[in-house]
């Protein structure tokens, strides 16, 4: 995580490389580090790398003939309120214009908003509350879950939330909606409402909460299982209604659907080339977090398993040799804070 913070220009040394997903990792691994090393002061970095993060992706980018905050606030009121507009996710290529086509592949390395990077770092900004006692941090993540909810649902039928938006979340870059979003905006609102009660996450709630019920959640994906995983931990610890403990039920039977065709996939003996870390050791966090016995069965010769899975993908991810490959190489950052985010759940 030390390397990390040099290498993405953290500390000053370099200019900053932010990428909000990493980067709410990231923030989680700083803070869990000042628990386990309180000398090292890791919460600094957390607080450092928030800054930066609202003072890169809250603001256009180098190359756009855009400047100041995405927001539109003037410099002021922007550092007084950060998110209010969202954040950009940090891709390498500029957003595509209204006028340009859509090309699928070109897309992922292309600019904009997307929703569930924004709840990663709500959750990110609420764990900077706790750990600080600072209640900015969580301010500010509520006026990003208003700003996400209002900027990614759209305002005619039908109603969902849009998989990608434009930097200044005027226009969709993906109409298409995301499985998961809108499970991680209901349950990272109803986290967020728990700290602080809210009327404008009330609404959201209220709003999300049908598009989560009586859904079909599976997915052999294994970043997609461990999204399950998460949310239903994060479920059962806060206060429970009839709604979300159905909810937990339907995410815990269905990550166990997911995992067990995951398990028989061949993925796991592929070779690093063909394999991608990130997506994996999302699986694995999420299996290292959660009580698999509680929440998913009783059979404690899967719940083994299922302990043995998630050390079966760090060793994998661990090894050197795996590490040159492309596969690695090619998505360093977010590959190595989220293996440092397995190993600190140890």
């Excluded at 698999?292 to 760090?314: F, H, K, T, V």
Aim: charged share 20%.
């Amino acid at each position: 995580m030390l390397a990390f913070a040099c290498e993405t220009g953290l500390d000053g040394s370099v200019p900053p490389r932010r990428y909000l997903w990493t980067d709410a990792y990231a923030v989680g691994n700083f803070i869990t580090l000042q628990s386990l090393y309180p000398a090292m002061d890791t919460l600094a970095h957390a607080t450092q790398l928030v800054s930066q993060v609202h003072e890169v992706l809250g603001r256009h980018r180098e190359d756009d003939c855009r400047h100041g905050w995405i927001s539109g606030l003037d410099d002021s009121d922007a550092r007084q309120h950060p998110t209010a507009g969202g954040l950009r996710i940090g891709k390498p290529l500029p957003e595509r214009a209204p006028h340009e086509p859509y090309d699928a592949q070109s897309e992922w390395d292309r600019d904009g908003q997307y929703y569930h990077y924004l709840t990663k770092w709500m959750y990110a900004l609420h764990l900077t509350e706790r750990a600080t006692g600072i209640l900015d941090y969580g301010c500010w993540a509520r006026e990003l879950a208003e700003a996400a909810f209002n900027g990614f649902m759209s305002r005619q039928s039908p109603y969902q939330l849009r998989w990608k938006m434009s930097i200044d979340l005027s226009r969709p870059q993906v109409a298409a909606a995301g499985q998961q979003d809108p499970l991680d905006g209901y349950v990272t609102a109803l986290v967020l409402q728990e700290a602080h009660p809210d009327k404008r996450l009330k609404k959201i709630i209220e709003a999300l909460m049908p598009f989560c019920l009586d859904q079909n959640w599976v997915t052999d994906d294994p970043l997609g299982i461990g999204g399950l995983l998460t949310n239903a931990q994060r479920l059962l610890q806060i206060r429970g209604t009839r709604e979300t403990a159905e909810l937990i039920q339907n995410l815990s039977r269905d990550a166990l659907d997911g995992l067990q065709r995951f398990i028989a996939s061949p993925t796991l003996a592929y070779p690093a080339t063909a394999r991608l870390a990130f997506r994996e050791l999302g699986l694995a966090i999420s299996l290292r977090q959660t009580d698999p016995a509680r929440m998913l069965i009783s059979d404690q010769d899967l719940a083994a398993e299922l302990g043995r899975l998630a050390e079966n993908i760090e060793t994998f991810w661990m090894h050197e040799s795996n590490q040159l490959q492309a596969s690695w190489q090619d998505h360093l950052d977010i590959n190595r804070v989220m293996l440092a985010t397995c190993l600190l759940q140890r």
